[in-house]
């Protein structure tokens, strides 16, 4: 089993930056990747960054270039650094890691990001 903890949500001004943290606990050793999914009121969730223990990124398309993901493996902690960030950004921000042994999905509890503009 693996736990998931996210923090760093809040209410940012159009333009603006945040950094969201995930800390991981439990059966870290089993840990594949890692990374975030986002959801809007009314839409299904939707992936937007994912790293690796050694630190192979992929990004989706809406975020490239402002979101910077990162992890510190001593720490067991994922960062997703937002910047220029748009109202349309505005949604429940999930931490998720894919485990082997079993493989599955775990996912954080989720912290709110509200972009006003």
């Known amino acids: 089993q693996v736990q998931l903890v996210e923090s760093g949500g809040g209410l940012v001004q159009n333009g603006g930056s945040l950094r969201l943290s995930c800390v991981a606990s439990?059966?870290?050793?089993?840990?594949?990747?890692m990374g975030w999914y986002r959801q809007a009121p009314g839409t299904e969730r939707e992936f937007i960054a994912r790293i690796t223990r050694i630190g192979n990124t992929n990004y989706a398309y809406a975020v490239k270039g402002r979101f910077t993901i990162s992890i510190d493996n001593a720490k067991n902690t994922v960062y997703l650094q937002m910047n220029s960030l748009k109202p349309e950004d505005t949604a429940v921000y999930y931490c998720?890691?894919?485990?082997?042994?079993?493989?599955?999905?775990?996912w954080g509890q989720g912290t709110r990001v509200t972009v006003s503009s």
């Open positions: 998720n890691t894919f485990a082997s042994l079993p493989a599955r999905d775990y």
């Open positions: 439990g059966d870290i050793f089993t840990i594949i990747h």
